[in-house]
């Protein structure tokens, strides 16, 4: 499977930008859906963004308008472009992807994890 490494992530005030990057490394026969997540204190992770390897996105409905999914032509790496950000998007957010490995089998991975925090 693929190993995801996320970076971007920071402490901002309320308004600002952010944009963040995953890139996946690891030899595998494809990487279909890539996506974010992202999980506040005492809350269930949640998707934030997912895009197919056909580009099609899907936001949740609390960030629409807002932040903007996107792959790089190889497919490797996702970005979330987050702007307008509100401290209810305060999270660690989590980079995720899915496919077929060599062999054929379905693999999932998910990154580290990388913290948003937005200020008041």
């Known amino acids: 499977q693929v190993q995801l490494v996320e970076s971007g992530g920071g402490l901002v005030q309320a308004g600002q930008s952010l944009r963040l990057s995953c890139a996946a490394s690891g030899v595998v026969r494809s990487i279909e859906n890539m996506g974010w997540y992202r999980q506040a204190p005492g809350k269930q992770r949640e998707l934030v963004a997912a895009?197919?390897?056909?580009?099609?996105?899907k936001y949740a409905d609390s960030v629409k308008g807002r932040f903007t999914i996107s792959r790089d032509n190889a497919k490797t790496t996702v970005y979330l472009q987050m702007n307008s950000l509100k401290p209810e998007d305060t999270a660690v957010y989590y980079c995720?992807?899915?496919?077929?490995?060599?062999?054929?089998?379905?693999?999932?991975?998910w990154g580290q994890g990388t913290q948003v925090i937005v200020s008041s």
């Open positions: 995720n992807a899915d496919g077929v490995r060599i062999s054929g089998i379905l693999y999932e991975s």
């Open positions: 895009i197919t390897s056909g580009d099609s996105t």
